[in-house]
């Protein structure tokens, strides 16, 4: 099975060596999640995590309904609806801030990583995924 995580630190790949400059990283933009009961989940990040929610896309083109919730100005956790019973493993993304995505992604070509084509999501923003297996 083949994933998407877009520009998860997994490996030590993304870790500056000795003669490679730091990768343009800001932080987290977002955490994405599957989730098969949107009803207890948005329960869960607005009356117990206090998270309002900012937006939602339905279900289009081969990719499924999705809900934000807003953690801060810059952060987000996404769930993905998905059929119950939700897989275990639920984790989606991690999306990471950037200050120049396309240096970013030569940065990450350089260190023998295969991001993906600059591409824009469904929100507007343009992202590089990296895939793994």
Do not use: W
């Not at 083949?2 to 998860?8: K, N, V």
């Amino acid at each position: 099975m083949t994933r998407r995580i877009c520009l998860l630190a997994l490996a030590a790949g993304l870790l500056p060596a000795a003669d490679q400059p730091e990768l343009p990283l800001n932080g987290i933009a977002h955490v994405a999640f599957r989730s098969s009961d949107f009803d207890k989940s948005a329960e869960f990040y607005t009356g117990i995590l206090g998270y309002r929610e900012a937006f939602r896309f339905p279900a289009a083109e081969g990719k499924p309904a999705s809900v934000f919730f807003k953690v801060n100005d810059r952060q987000f956790v996404r769930l993905d609806k998905v059929d119950a019973p939700a897989p275990d493993d639920r984790l989606v993304e991690i999306a990471f801030l950037t200050t120049d995505l396309q240096a970013l992604r030569e940065q990450l070509m350089a260190r023998r990583l295969s991001p993906t084509a600059v591409e824009t999501r469904r929100d507007g923003n343009p992202y590089v995924c990296l895939l793994y297996t």
